[in-house]
């Protein structure tokens, strides 16, 4: 039915810094527990982030925890994801996902950390 469109990714350096943004259309995010994830070739998708549903408590992978900040901007109707003191093996396709009984992705957009 929606759409999950992602969108801030790049190259940045070790220790740098990108913001991350997922616009949805179709439906609320406020009323959907929304996700990022990432996945590396040969590896697993991973969860990163997750916002719950009308609220703004969040959680995090415990690669991440520290470093990065999931939220949401109800106005916007878009979740975002803060990435700071990034490390090379941040490098992955990050997805967004809205949780509709299963994961609704987006197609995803491409962050490489290296010098």
């Known amino acids: 039915q929606g759409q999950l469109v992602e969108s801030g990714g790049g190259l940045v350096q070790p220790g740098g810094s990108l913001r991350l943004s997922c616009v949805a259309s179709?439906?609320?995010?406020?009323?959907?527990?929304m996700s990022w994830y990432r996945q590396s070739p040969g590896k697993e998708r991973e969860l990163v982030a997750r916002?719950?549903?009308?609220?703004?408590?969040?959680n995090y992978g415990d690669s991440v925890k520290g470093r990065f900040t999931m939220s949401r901007d109800d106005d916007k109707n878009t979740v975002y994801l803060q990435m700071n003191n990034l490390k090379p093996e941040d490098t992955a396709v990050y997805y967004c996902?809205?949780?509709?009984?299963?994961?609704?992705w987006g197609r995803g957009t491409q962050v490489v950390v290296s010098s």
């Open positions: 996902s809205a949780f509709l009984g299963y994961h609704y």
């Open positions: 179709g439906f609320i995010v406020r009323r959907i527990p």
């Open positions: 916002i719950v549903s009308g609220g703004d408590n969040t």
